[in-house]
């Protein structure tokens, strides 16, 4: 199963330029669409699940022309948006019974089969009886995987589904996605780089509507390797540093002191130490060079 983006833009009326000239292929597994907030990911997210056309360019999954035929891809995708809105009065059971319905799955029989997987994937069996309003935000997402996966989906978008959750229940709900990932072709976009760094056999890194970098986490970080230098500096020592080396992040102590981290082929100077670079550093390197 491939997913192929060919030469996508998209501008809107007000003028943001939200795609540019975009080239993305996607494999079998998690991948990972990191990116800033305004970067372009949900627009992305939305022009592959058919919510909006492109100005240019051309999507194919599977033999499916996406942009022309919108409807044969809606039957094999399934997708959770930021804002997951639910019905307040009805159980979950009930609930994901009428989302099967509306999927096409006529048979009762049928329908009580694949809810009860889909309750037990995402580990919300065991409260399917409880109305889906009183459910806790991480709950809520998983619920919200519960019915994309009805229709067995080859295709799976999850936009920024982590954003908001206590740290308990974004521990649960990337096991579900971990669990649900080896078998689809599962796009995650997100901003925050644990996330990918956790479940993602492959990561792109998007902004201004292009992809600054796309490979493995294991070598993308390895192409840092010796080049992520770090330093403490003094609160006043930043700015100075900040001007006369290439400082991608910086991270306060509990002494108020800082720890920055350079991106530099050779060692800035003898107040630097080699540091072991991270997926964080590559994501931080790619927006910077991108300024």
Same mark, same amino acid.
């Given at each position: 199963?491939?997913?192929?983006?060919?030469?996508?833009?998209?501008?809107?009326?007000?003028?943001?330029?939200? @795609?540019? *000239?975009?080239? +993305?292929? =996607?494999?079998?597994?998690?991948?990972?669409? $990191?990116? #800033?907030?305004?970067?372009?990911?949900?627009?992305?997210?939305?022009?592959?699940?058919?919510?909006?056309?492109?100005?240019?360019?051309?999507?194919?999954?599977?033999?499916?022309?996406?942009?022309?035929?919108?409807?044969?891809?809606?039957?094999?995708?399934?997708?959770?948006?930021?804002?997951?809105?639910?019905?307040?009065?009805?159980?979950?059971?009930?609930?994901?019974?009428?989302?099967?319905?509306?999927?096409?799955?006529?048979?009762?029989?049928?329908?009580?089969?694949?809810?009860?997987?889909?309750?037990?994937?995402?580990?919300?069996?065991?409260?399917?009886?409880?109305?889906?309003?009183?459910?806790?935000?991480?709950?809520?997402?998983?619920?919200?995987?519960?019915?994309?996966? @009805?229709? *067995?989906?080859? +295709?799976? =978008?999850?936009?920024?589904?982590?954003?908001? $959750?206590? #740290?308990?229940?974004?521990?649960?709900?990337?096991?579900?996605?971990?669990?649900?990932?080896?078998?689809?072709?599962?796009?995650?976009?997100?901003?925050?780089?644990?996330?990918?760094?956790?479940?993602?056999?492959?990561?792109?890194?998007?902004?201004?509507?292009?992809?600054?970098?796309?490979?493995?986490?294991?070598?993308?970080?390895?192409?840092?390797?010796?080049?992520?230098?770090?330093?403490?500096?003094?609160?006043?020592?930043?700015?100075?540093?900040?001007?006369?080396?290439?400082?991608?992040?910086?991270?306060?102590?509990?002494?108020?002191?800082?720890?920055?981290?350079?991106?530099?082929?050779?060692?800035?100077?003898?107040?630097?130490?080699?540091?072991?670079?991270?997926?964080?550093?590559?994501?931080?390197?790619?927006?910077?060079?991108?300024?």
């Amino acid at each position: 199963m491939k997913l192929q983006i060919s030469n996508l833009s998209k501008t809107y009326p007000n003028g943001v330029k939200a @795609l540019d *000239n975009l080239n +993305l292929e =996607i494999g079998t597994g998690m991948f990972g669409l $990191l990116g #800033p907030n305004g970067a372009g990911k949900s627009s992305l997210m939305r022009t592959i699940a058919t919510l909006q056309k492109p100005d240019s360019g051309s999507i194919t999954f599977e033999g499916i022309n996406i942009l022309e035929n919108q409807m044969e891809l809606r039957k094999i995708l399934g997708y959770l948006p930021q804002e997951f809105g639910v019905y307040p009065s009805m159980s979950a059971e009930k609930l994901l019974d009428y989302f099967a319905r509306l999927k096409g799955i006529s048979s009762s029989k049928d329908r009580k089969i694949i809810i009860k997987e889909v309750l037990e994937v995402t580990n919300l069996y065991d409260v399917r009886m409880k109305n889906v309003s009183g459910y806790s935000g991480g709950m809520k997402q998983r619920f919200g995987i519960a019915q994309l996966l @009805l229709n *067995n989906p080859k +295709l799976i =978008i999850v936009d920024e589904p982590t954003a908001g $959750l206590d #740290p308990a229940e974004r521990h649960r709900f990337l096991n579900v996605l971990r669990e649900i990932g080896t078998n689809h072709t599962v796009i995650f976009s997100t901003h925050i780089v644990d996330d990918v760094k956790e479940l993602c056999t492959e990561v792109a890194i998007l902004n201004g509507g292009k992809i600054l970098n796309q490979n493995t986490p294991a070598a993308a970080v390895e192409a840092l390797e010796n080049k992520i230098w770090t330093k403490v500096v003094s609160r006043d020592e930043l700015e100075p540093s900040e001007k006369e080396f290439n400082v991608i992040s910086s991270n306060y102590n509990q002494d108020n002191t800082l720890n920055i981290r350079v991106f530099s082929e050779t060692q800035p100077n003898e107040t630097f130490k080699k540091a072991s670079p991270q997926l964080e550093d590559v994501y931080f390197v790619a927006l910077k060079n991108d300024q």
